[in-house]
């Protein structure tokens, strides 16, 4: 029997070097791999170049590395919610590979299952294929890199000839990965959110490491309930329950005293709302 499990995510992230590529998981905050990135963090491992949808905040999820000058460099498509990101990147301190969030999914995906490119529409047009988005800011207001013009070449799709933009696949020296449920061979199962670039950043990482909720036997998962299978998972700890963070949410106030109800004065109701 395969037997990926892990005593404790320090042991599982111990060898990543300093320097090394990493494909993160999580969705704004849903589905980060906590555990795992505060294992990386105290240990010290730095001169990170990272892929993952975003950044977290400030005191969550990559954020987190990124606060302690961890990250060398970028890969995501969103990168609001976290003031030091944009301090680092436009102090020149951090380089940046914005990416559309479709084809961010594609490379991924792409390169856990080996094909090295694809072409597709998005970013036609734009300087994503032109080229000249800045990646690295000089410190002083100006640009220190550029993102270079990719390939463009015309297809037929049903008869009508159109642009597309080659993008190459990605593929890092380790993946950082949360999943709901897994068993002793790496058999995975994520829930919700979590599973949109969970999967994705586990087939690219040519060497995955998982935290899971709970850690079953093989056999406990139905193979038609598997989400992604063992052959791309390296390494899986159970962390339990880590806890779920939620970037701005928004609570509607129930008025103090009963009465009428305020106008915007355009006829319709005023929504009391804060944020917190």
């Known amino acids: 029997m395969i037997d990926k499990t892990w005593a404790s995510a320090a042991d599982a992230v111990a060898d990543i070097p300093d ?16 555990a795992l990135i505060e294992a990386l963090l105290a240990q010290g491992t730095r001169d990170l170049s990272v892929v993952s949808n975003n950044c977290g905040v400030d005191d969550w999820g990559l954020g987190i590395l990124l606060g302690a000058g961890r990250i060398r460099k970028m890969t995501s498509s969103y990168v609001g919610e976290n003031k030091e990101f944009e301090r680092q990147f436009l102090t020149g ?48 207001g100006g640009i220190a890199v550029v993102s270079p013009a ?9 008869g009508e000839p159109r642009e597309f933009v080659l993008e190459e696949a990605i593929t890092t020296d380790f993946a950082l990965v ?19 670039f969970n999967p994705l950043a586990a087939m690219a990482g040519r060497t995955c490491i998982v935290q899971v909720e709970h850690r079953v036997e093989p056999g406990e998962i139905d193979p038609d309930a598997v989400h992604l299978p063992g052959v791309f998972v390296h390494r899986i700890v159970e962390v339990g329950d ?21 106008s915007t004065g355009s006829g319709t ?5 804060k944020e917190i």
Do not use: C, M
């Open 93 to 140: 301190e951090l380089e940046l590979e914005l990416t559309p969030q479709g084809t961010l999914a594609e490379k991924l995906r792409a390169g856990g299952a080996g094909i090295a490119a694809f072409y597709t529409q998005t970013g036609v047009g734009t300087q994503v294929a032109e080229g000249g988005l800045p990646r690295r800011y000089d410190g002083t």
């Open 269 to 273: 109701t005023a929504a009391i709302v």
């Open 178 to 196: 949360h999943a709901w449920k897994g068993d002793r061979h790496g058999n995975l199962v994520f829930r919700k959110a979590a599973r949109s």
């Open 150 to 158: 990719k390939d463009v070449r015309r297809f037929d799709v049903r």
């Open 242 to 262: 880590v806890g779920k963070r939620i970037e701005k949410r928004t609570i509607r106030e129930s008025a103090a005293e009963p009465g009428p109800v305020p």
């Open 19 to 34: 320097g090394a590529s990493l494909a993160v998981g999580g969705f704004g905050l849903s589905g980060n791999p906590i």
